[in-house]
């Protein structure tokens, strides 16, 4: 890459100041809409049943293509665009609901994942005490395709400057995207945690590490892998990010070790959502009464340590959001959040699931705004690159609240989810109640998004991004976003699941 279009790219993504939370919230806003639409089209017309050529490519259009739009041509008009989308879904919803089609034959039901080995005794019906969470997939799959556009949208100017990363302080939609990718890994992560509860007594700390070793090491590998990339290709970088070696990867990579450290801190404060406000909040104080803050920002770069203190020491704000998205999983995952309820009163759990997440919701929220209110609080900045308390509450608020409207939309649409009376009717209603484009991004989720790295790196080696207009940028990220979804769902559709 010539030394002088290396500069440009590198200043077109430096020194940025970000946006309006109420703006990303406006832009965001798109996906949950678009499910909405979705929805309607399933559940009153049975748009999607069967899946066949015209279903797949509106469930494309529908799902990433109005993320698309939202990022970009839409992204000083988000408001007409969610209002674009859901004025057809309510039009839709106030006609008459279509005639359940004839089935010759019952298809294959896609097998989702379950978790049959932690079974609890005498189970009704052989349903999972982990179930099939519908909105779940929904909110990760919607996530992870906001990831992989803007990761290579953010190469054009038909991207907005304020959606790409902060330099230092404020808020953006790629800011709180990283963050909400640690945040939804957590989330899914409290499977796991829940199974080793349903034994007697935790594992020791050296088998845990172990464990953690193994999820670990590929991710370091990738992060080796891209490190020697990045640098063998001389590919533009923004240092200000991770610092001069570190990349995401590497944050993703020891993330395992400290969990399985923080689950004997669980012995003793058995709150997740506690342990990560007491990490956030000793973090915050280290930031505002040390000499830390002002070594990240300013220190000169002489050594390994502060050639890569930002993807160090951000590490710390990055654990606190995985350890809050455990703290949801562990009311979100259970079938049974209300233990004092029947178990087979699936309207009485979701009420109480739906009440749970509001609450949390609310909680997150009133924490991030008395950080950040100079009047009657801390009058703390959201800042990306330390990984501050700000922006760690500010990143659970926004996910928590996220999952509260998929659960609300699924409720709503889809009740026959949670009030299935056996385990292969629930499999069943699960099936009809999701997106097979959402399905797939969530199914092989950090696959995907490691080749849209790869495919963002090919596009920025043998494309002028920086000199494309508006249509030939459009051309390229709808063809880029065409490509990741079409890989998505062949391996969702040959039943391959990547595991790194």
């Given at each position: ?46 748009f ?7 279903a797949?490519?509106?469930d ?5 293509g ?27 919803y106030f ?25 609890s ?19 990760r799959?919607?996530?992870m395709?906001?990831t992989?556009?803007a ?19 404020g ?13 939804s ?5 409290a ?8 034994t007697p ?11 953690s070793?193994?999820h670990?090491?590929?991710?370091l ?5 891209r ?18 070696h570190?990349?995401f ?6 993330i395992?070790?400290?969990?399985a450290?923080?689950?004997?801190a ?34 000169p ?28 999983g562990?009311?979100v ?15 009485e ?31 703390l ?45 629930e ?27 790869l ?32 890989v ?13």
């Amino acid at each position: 890459m010539a030394n002088s279009y290396k500069a440009l790219k590198e200043d077109f993504v430096s020194n940025l100041t970000g946006g309006e939370i109420l703006e990303i919230n406006y832009v965001t806003a798109i996906a949950p809409a678009a499910v909405v639409l979705w929805s309607v089209l399933q559940s009153r017309q049975s748009f999607f049943s069967p899946y066949g050529p015209a279903a797949s490519a509106a469930d494309f259009l529908i799902n990433c293509g109005a993320i698309l739009l939202a990022t970009t041509l839409y992204s000083s008009a988000p408001l007409l665009l969610n209002a674009l989308t859901i004025s057809p879904a309510l039009l839709l919803y106030f006609l008459p609901a279509a005639t359940p089609r004839y089935k010759k034959a019952k298809p294959p039901i896609r097998k989702f994942p379950t978790d049959s080995s932690v079974q609890s005794p005498g189970f009704e019906h052989g349903k999972d005490p982990l179930p099939i969470r519908p909105f779940l997939t929904t909110y990760r799959g919607a996530m992870m395709i906001v990831t992989c556009i803007a990761i290579l949208a953010v190469d054009f100017k038909v991207f907005p400057r304020r959606f790409a990363k902060v330099e230092n302080w404020g808020t953006s939609l790629m800011d709180l995207g990283v963050g909400s990718f640690v945040f939804s890994a957590g989330l899914v992560s409290a499977r796991s945690l829940f199974k080793e509860s349903l034994t007697p007594r935790l594992a020791a700390l050296h088998r845990r590490l172990l464990r953690s070793a193994r999820h670990s090491l590929p991710l370091l590998v990738l992060g080796l892998v891209r490190l020697y990339s990045v640098k063998g290709l001389d590919y533009a970088e923004h240092v200000t990010e991770y610092g001069v070696h570190w990349n995401f990867f590497f944050t993703l990579a020891f993330i395992p070790p400290f969990v399985a450290l923080f689950q004997s801190a669980f012995q003793i404060i058995p709150s997740y959502a506690i342990l990560s406000i007491l990490l956030g909040a000793t973090y915050q104080a280290g930031l505002e009464f040390t000499d830390l803050k002002a070594y990240i920002l300013t220190a000169p770069r002489t050594d390994l340590l502060s050639k890569n203190r930002e993807g160090v020491f951000s590490f710390f704000g990055y654990l606190a959001i995985f350890l809050a998205g455990q703290a949801t999983g562990m009311y979100v995952l259970p079938r049974d959040i209300k233990p004092d309820k029947k178990r087979s009163d699936g309207g009485e759990q979701r009420k109480a699931l739906l009440l749970t997440l509001a609450g949390w919701s609310a909680i997150w929220t009133f924490l991030f705004m008395f950080t950040t209110q100079y009047k009657y609080g801390l009058g703390l900045q959201v800042s990306r690159r330390l990984a501050n308390l700000p922006y760690f509450l500010w990143v659970t608020a926004f996910n928590c609240c996220q999952l509260t409207l998929f659960c609300l939309i699924e409720t709503f649409f889809f009740p026959s989810v949670y009030t299935a009376v056996d385990k292969t009717t629930e499999n069943e209603k699960c099936d009809e109640a999701t997106s097979k484009v959402l399905h797939a991004y969530n199914r092989n989720g950090l696959a995907i998004f490691l080749l849209a790295n790869l495919l963002t790196g090919l596009v920025n080696l043998t494309l002028p991004t920086l000199h494309m207009g508006r249509l030939q940028a459009m051309g390229v990220l709808v063809a880029y976003a065409a490509t990741l979804t079409g890989v998505a769902v062949t391996l969702d559709v040959y039943n391959i699941s990547v595991k790194l």
